[in-house]
């Protein structure tokens, strides 16, 4: 025990952790950790709703947010492009640390909004022998074009992606720009798309994408940006994919229909095109797109162009 406690105090010091952390304890660190990564205002009302709706959604994991922000302010924490991709390095670091305390216990990474790029560029980053167990992103700031192969590669079970085109706050991502700078909407609010010349669609097998839908609206989530980390929608839709044995299409849209209160679809193809428009990102991909792993949120299948 007291070497057990010795590995979480440094833990949480190398996480730069000065908030409470009330879902962080010895015996939640034995059984895991779910990583909650805020968007770019920082630690605040938001990501803690995050972290109450995954212990009340039933998540028996240490639940830690950890602060990437900086005192600047939340333009600074969008642009400083530098300064974020250390932070991701620092989380790829602290994620290795705690897999080398805890061997074979369970990592989740959750980012809302601005948070959910340095999720997916900490996971970049990680050695092969330490991947995440899954990352799941809430409205992420991130171009809709942003290639996610590296991010995939190293999650065991992949990522899940809500988005929402209700989510009139990341428009303004067309003039202050998106996490990784591109002068476009956000794949929060119109789910990632996989250019046809990019590496194989194979790649991304395991990026299921899951729409607003307004079912979603009970239990707190209306399609804003601000809602997509509700407490309740949290607890519903999010807490249960960290439960399952394995990330499909079946098994998650079985979690969003028992989110919506109704039957899980039959059949869940993937692959569908709204026909959402962007420009291209850093990592270009000037040729027809289309959006990979759309989960259907009711009984009919996602349609396919």
Known sequence: MKSGMTCLMLLLLAAGCSRPQPYVNPIRMERGLVIVLPGIEGP?????????????????????????????????????????????????????????????????????SGGGAIAV????????????????????????????????????????????????????????????GELSSSAGRTGFLHPEDAPSPRSYARLFQVPWDQQMARAGNTGGHLTSGAHLFIAKYVAPLLT??????????????????????????AGRDDGAATRPATRPAPRPASRPGEVPMSGSPSRRR
């Not at 428009?171 to 996490?179: E, H, K």
Request: hydrophobic content about 40%.
């Open 44 to 112: 605040s009302r938001l990501n803690r709703e995050v972290c109450n709706g995954l212990a009340e959604g039933g998540v028996d994991l240490a639940i830690e947010t950890y602060d990437w922000t900086s005192f600047l302010g939340p333009l600074w924490n969008l642009r400083a492009t530098s300064r974020n991709h250390r932070q991701a390095r620092y989380l790829a670091d602290r994620i290795v640390r705690y897999q080398a305390a805890y061997p074979g216990k369970s990592v989740f990474l959750v980012g809302q």
């Open 121 to 180: 560029w900490a996971a970049e980053l990680l050695p092969r022998e330490h991947k995440v167990d899954g990352i799941i992103l809430l409205s992420a700031s991130l171009s809709p074009y942003y290639m996610l192969d590296e991010a995939i590669a190293n999650s065991r079970q992949g990522i899940v992606s809500f988005y929402s085109n209700r989510d009139w706050f990341l428009l303004a991502t067309n003039v202050t720009g998106t996490m990784d």
């Open 244 to 269: 399952l044995k394995a990330w499909d299409e079946e098994s998650i849209g079985a979690v969003m229909a028992n989110g919506n209160g109704t039957h899980a679809p039959a059949s869940t193809p």
